[in-house]
């Protein structure tokens, strides 16, 4: 009889603890996702505000080799209150792709609207949701990387503090909420004085680390907005790597949202 005493109350301490670890578990993962969702709040807040830009972009694609071509762009972008961004890509050289237009409007309840211009075809063609994936103008950026930073499409989860390049970060984990993602999730490196991004990790759908993006030469603008001159994008899968250096930005140039109808890839020149 004494046997089983202690064999019940060894179940009901058990059954206890067990209870206990999983009410643990669960508290620190509410705690991590509103800790991660708080940390990418402040990031977008501190990026809030700069209305429009233009840029000149050099892109450089690099195959497993090492063997590389380029291409000029020139990309407007436009901020828009209540919703994700816009953003024009024209390119300008080489000859094979110059006219070239790509169209994105970002927004943050609903799926985002792409349109790619070809002057080759003279034909504008919409990007399929399923296709977003896909490699954007041969480089080793995704339709999806080209849309703007937006919280609604991410669930969060911080996962450490910890240096990177000599800078303390915060480490966070973002879950795309989009099935047609190309990402299972995506993991960020934010500086901590800053919030700006270091280094952002991309995992495909088997969970395998697809890409890594590193951003570099970061410069301040209207005393109040960091820019990274230059982004670099490598794919563990290929070996393949690419480029985006930004020669040349400016701030507030009266663009509107007139400049980021469909009708203007057409007319981009």
Request: net charge negative; charged share 25%; aromatic share 10%.
């Amino acid at each position: 009889m004494l046997y089983h005493r202690a064999s019940l109350t060894s179940l009901l301490l058990s059954i206890s603890l067990l209870g206990w670890s999983v009410c643990s578990a669960a508290n620190d993962e509410a705690s991590a996702a509103a800790r991660g969702l708080e940390i990418a709040t402040e990031q977008k807040r501190r990026d809030s505000g700069w209305g429009d830009s233009e840029s000149q972009v050099l892109m450089v694609l690099r195959n497993a080799q090492g063997r590389e071509s380029t291409r000029r762009m020139r990309t407007l972008a436009l901020e828009v209150q209540g919703d994700g961004d816009r953003a024009l890509t024209v390119f300008d050289e080489p000859g094979d792709v110059r006219g070239s237009a790509f169209l994105t409007h970002t927004h943050t309840k609903v799926e985002d609207d792409q349109w790619l211009f070809l002057p080759s075809v003279r034909r504008t063609r919409r990007i399929a949701t399923r296709n977003k994936s896909g490699p954007f103008m041969a480089s080793e950026f995704a339709y999806e990387d080209m849309a703007s930073f937006e919280l609604e499409k991410f669930d969060f989860r911080y996962l450490r503090s910890e240096e990177l390049n000599g800078l303390q970060t915060y480490v966070v984990e973002q879950i795309p909420t989009d099935n047609f993602s190309g990402y299972s999730r995506v993991v960020a490196w934010v500086d901590q004085q800053h919030y700006r991004l270091q280094q952002v990790e991309y995992y495909d759908k088997r969970n395998s680390l697809l890409k890594t993006l590193s951003l570099h030469d970061y410069q301040l603008f209207l005393e109040q907005f960091w820019r990274p001159m230059k982004l670099s994008m490598l794919n563990h899968q290929t070996g393949k790597s690419t480029d985006l250096i930004i020669e040349t930005m400016r701030f507030r140039t009266g663009r509107t949202e007139a400049d980021f109808d469909v009708s203007a890839l057409e007319r981009a020149r």
